[in-house]
C-alpha cells in the first residue's frame, strides 16, 4: 500500500473516502471498518460488515491521525467505519490553539 501524500482511497465495507495528508514513516496498512482501504479508483461497491470496535465513523473535513507512524488522513466523504492503521485506531486530530490576545 503505497500511502503518499495526495492518494486517495476508499473503504471496502462502508461509503468512506479518505486524502492522505501525511505519509507515514514505515509502511503499513491503512484500514476503515476494520477491512484495508482501496484506492479510489476501484469500481467495487463497498461490500462486507464493519467490524464493531471499527465502528465509530469518519467524518467529512476532520483529519486523523496515527501518532505512532505520523500517518494523517482527512476524511473526504463520511462512512460508517472508522480509520485505523496496522490495527491500531486512528484519532482525530485536534485543532491548534490561538496565540492569546492579550
Not at 13 to 18: G, N, P, R, T, Y
Amino acid at each position: 500500500m503505497d500511502l503518499k501524500p495526495g492518494s486517495r482511497w476508499k473503504s471496502a465495507v462502508c461509503d468512506a473516502q479518505m486524502v492522505v495528508v501525511r505519509p507515514p514513516k514505515a509502511a503499513g496498512e491503512l484500514q476503515c471498518g476494520g477491512a484495508p482501504v482501496v484506492p479510489i479508483d476501484d469500481a467495487a461497491p463497498p461490500t462486507g460488515v464493519i467490524e464493531p470496535e471499527f465502528a465509530e465513523g469518519v467524518l467529512i473535513g476532520k483529519r486523523y491521525l496515527d501518532e505512532d507512524s505520523g500517518l494523517e488522513v482527512l476524511g473526504a466523504k463520511a462512512g460508517k467505519g472508522s480509520l485505523a492503521f496496522n490495527g491500531t485506531a486512528m484519532k482525530i486530530k485536534g485543532a491548534k490553539p490561538l496565540p492569546a490576545s492579550d
